[in-house]
């Protein structure tokens, strides 16, 4: 599965950004997917995932009730939609895919490239 991650740009405190990951392939629909980021000086973090329905999801603590996963498995797509974006949300967005049973740790198989989110307070 390869992964193709885009809609990240610079965008005010308060704004709204959504990211998209295009994958490769027709089994998309047989990956859990998920969602990463690496700010500057910082260990890659999760944000949130997706089971293979889309029927289950987990969010950070950090993003809840502010970041929404979606996915349409007739476009090999996930989405992740930004809300209230705060500076510390500034990092690079990876979105991943896994093989494993879906659950809130659960590794990932596949790494897609980063996409440069940035908001200015």
């Known amino acids: 599965v390869q992964l193709q991650a885009s809609g990240g740009g610079l965008v005010q405190a308060g704004g709204s950004l959504r990211l998209s990951c295009a994958a490769s392939?027709?089994?998309?629909?047989?990956?859990?997917m998920g969602w990463f980021r690496q700010a500057p000086g910082k260990e890659r973090e999760f944000v949130a995932a997706i089971s293979r329905s889309g029927g289950s999801v987990y969010y950070a603590d950090s993003v809840k009730g502010r970041f929404t996963i979606s996915r349409d498995n007739t476009k090999n797509t996930v989405y992740l939609q930004m809300n209230s974006l705060k500076p510390e949300d500034t990092a690079v967005y990876y979105c991943?895919?896994?093989?494993?049973?879906?659950?809130?740790?659960?590794?990932?198989?596949?790494w897609g490239q980063g996409t440069q989110v940035t908001v200015s307070s």
């Open positions: 991943a895919a896994s093989a494993s049973v879906f659950f809130s740790k659960m590794p990932y198989d596949y």
């Open positions: 392939g027709r089994t998309f629909s047989s990956y859990a």
